[in-house]
């Protein structure tokens, strides 16, 4: 457990700053007019650690750390987790160290992640992370601790290994208070992974998503700012003929003449965006629109009228948050604050939601609105601020996905949110690498950041991994990296999005996406990762799985255990213990077939073998089988059964016996529910 030694703690009154420095062995302090107290008390299966403040004068925080005492010489790993979406989340060594941003680009990458809110030390065994964090323990248990609180303030748990002592620093800067106020709440506790973060969500009693898990579509990553109305409908149509059930179908950037001008829509769609939601609804989908509401690029009319609508440095100027060539480069933050923006942001928000009547709108670059602490305020209340804002404009019935947010503050808010990089097209961005950028484009970070922040999925929102890719052209991702992308995000994600235009695709490939229908529902997930390597099982139904994701540069190897194993990709069965080989960037999914004498060995149908079956059971010499519902693909279905099996017909119908050492196999092929 972690043990509180020490506090620090400074405070402006009256314009003058001031230290609280307890006398030796407390943690408390105490005056007239002033207090500051530590609690620790147990709570579920940890204890739950308290600051608070009691003052009669209104004071400014500037300052506010813990510091605590623990072993790591036990731990072969951390769990650091990123401070927004596109923030690198990964497990760590004791002895690794998280590089800095290179100078040469600092002033461009700054303002992306958490460069501004935390100096970065490149020191070994210094790891800071965001929101929650855990170290590994043995016997599968694991020493978690994680903010109740992220609304008033960002929390950043800084491990530093060498000295075993975690630093807790709390962003309270610019936060003004008067009376009595918790200025920081945490949780701790030694458990099971899943037990861990089930008791820190019930503490930080974020609402139940009223959202379903999501197929859809997005233009974004197949033609970027080049869309245009008929690009859409062409897309629109081609799932029209298929008939495939997406829930959503979405319109990314591209639309408007400028961000920031949200209500001019561009050339490209004569007809408005009112038309393009209309024919996506009647086409039986939800309607999604992209848009960044809190900031404005430089060539936009807003920012050419409205100068005085943008958060400013305090030498006048705007604050850049960001550069982006395929607008007019810089773009800067809206000041939330300013009472013309609120209501121009709450016209937008309702000509959008209310006139052109889309479902879902997908927020990006939120990070933007609070880079500045102001009004009495902390970033994080910034951040909370905004998002009421939002809420309030389009009110609960509408879905909101969030990108390029603190996942402290969209937690709770948001229906979806992301929680990785935006895929590259191929599998890294290496100059961006280089720079040591943790929010770059890449398939890589994005495939272990949704495989690392799974928690997250069904508490705090449902996890948005972005997309997956299927098609050949126009990207350079080989298909054992797309098999791994989809296969991440069908594991990990509740909103499975593609770019792809599926007209282009040839038989197999559409066979390929039309297995993923309907979505399936994994649950028991566990995860182990060594060098690269995730070994992950999980249960769909009563059905159990095992998946090999390689993420590495490096192929890998892993020694089965004993069991039968059905090879999803390529339909092998392996019936004993072996070594198998994972290349690099590869991934295997094998389904787990019951040592009993009759069984489930795999199917090929759905994405996931053997998921198509709800219910078999033995009637005499026929074997009743019942389907999933909504499956699109007539499955092929491989049953074990004995050797001297004298079974007859399958749902009435005659199959194939298939003689094997150890058993034979009822091959049968079952119409689609």
């Known amino acids: 457990m972690y043990i509180v030694e020490s506090v620090f703690l400074q405070y402006a009154e009256d314009g003058k700053s001031k230290k609280v420095t307890p006398k030796s062995g407390s943690l408390d302090f105490q005056s007239d007019d002033f207090s500051f107290a530590i609690s620790v008390e147990e709570t579920l299966s940890g204890e739950r650690i308290k600051a608070e403040i009691q003052t009669k004068k209104a004071i400014i925080l500037e300052r506010l750390e813990l510091i605590l005492s623990t072993d790591y010489s036990a731990t072969k790993s ?44 490149g020191k070994k065994g210094e790891l800071h992370s965001w929101n929650y964090t855990y170290y590994t323990l043995p016997l599968k248990k694991i020493q978690f601790i994680g903010s109740v609180d992220e609304k008033n303030a960002f929390t950043n748990f800084v491990h530093k290994t060498q000295e075993n002592k975690l630093h807790i620093i709390r ?82 950037d591209g639309y408007q003449t400028k961000v920031g001008d949200w209500l001019s829509v561009n050339e490209k769609f004569p007809s408005g965006m009112k038309a393009i939601a209309q024919k996506i609804k009647a086409a039986g989908y939800k309607a999604g629109i992209w848009l960044a509401p809190f900031i404005a690029e430089k060539k936009s009319e807003l920012v050419k009228n409205h100068p005085d609508w943008l958060l400013k440095y305090e030498n006048d100027k705007p604050l850049r948050v960001g550069i982006n060539p395929l607008w007019s480069n810089a773009f800067y933050a809206l000041d939330i604050y300013h009472p013309e923006v609120r209501v121009y942001l709450q016209k937008v928000l309702k000509v959008f939601t209310e006139e052109w009547n889309y479902d879902l709108l997908k927020l990006d670059f939120l990070y933007a609105v609070c880079l500045i602490a102001r009004n009495g305020k ?198 004993r213990a072996q070594t198998i080989s994972i290349p690099k960037h590869q991934s295997i999914l094998y389904h787990n077939c019951s040592s009993g004498p009759f069984g489930i060995l795999g199917t090929k149908g759905h994405f996931f073998a053997g998921s198509e079956i709800t219910k078999i059971a033995l009637r005499g010499v026929n074997i009743d089988v019942s389907l999933r519902e909504n499956l699109l693909i007539d499955p092929i279905i491989y049953l074990k059964v004995p050797k001297d099996y004298i079974g007859e017909t399958i749902n009435n119908q005659p199959f194939e016996l298939i003689q094997k050492k150890m058993f034979a196999i009822a091959k049968v092929q079952l119409k689609a529910m």
């Open 78 to 121: 951390i769990l650091i987790n990123g401070f927004q979406s596109w923030s690198s989340t990964g497990i760590y060594s004791p002895e690794d160290k998280i590089k800095p941003l290179k100078k040469i680009t600092r002033s461009i990458l700054d303002p992306y992640g958490d460069y501004t809110y935390y100096e970065y030390t």
């Open 378 to 575: 902390t970033h994080a209340q910034m951040m909370s601020d905004a998002l009421d804002l939002v809420r309030n404009a389009i009110g609960e019935e509408k879905m909101t996905l969030g990108c390029g947010v603190p996942l402290g503050s969209a937690s709770g808010k948001m229906d979806f949110c992301r929680v990785g990089q935006d895929i590259h097209l191929s599998w890294e961005m290496k100059p961006l690498k280089w720079l040591n950028h943790r929010e770059r484009l890449s398939t890589y970070l994005a495939i272990n950041n949704s495989i690392n922040r799974r928690q997250l999925n069904g508490y705090a929102f449902l996890n948005d991994p972005d997309v997956m890719i299927l098609r050949s052209k126009k990207q350079k991702l080989s298909k054992e990296e797309q098999f791994t992308l989809l296969l991440t995000n069908l594991i990990f994600g509740d909103l499975i999005f593609t770019s792809d235009n599926i007209g282009d695709y040839d038989e197999d490939t559409m066979q390929l996406y039309r297995s993923i229908f309907p979505l399936v529902r994994q649950k028991e997930i566990k995860v182990e990762h060594s060098g690269g390597l995730y070994r992950i099982l999980f249960q769909i139904d009563d059905r159990r799985y095992t998946a090999f994701i390689n993420t590495s540069d490096q192929d890998k190897l892993y020694k089965l255990s004993e069991g039968i194993y059905f090879d999803v990709r390529s339909q092998e069965i392996i019936s």
């Open 171 to 252: 962003d309270v800067n610019g936060w003004e208070i008067q009376g009595e106020r918790t200025v920081l709440d945490v949780f701790q506790c030694e458990n099971l992974e899943r037990s861990a973060f089930q008791h820190y969500f019930m503490l930080c009693e974020y609402p139940e998503p009223k959202v379903k898990p999501s197929i859809g579509w997005t233009s974004w990553y197949h033609y970027y700012t080049k869309i245009s109305e008929e690009i859409v409908l062409e897309n629109l149509n081609n799932y029209q003929k298929q008939a495939l059930p997406i829930d959503i179908f979405q319109i990314d």
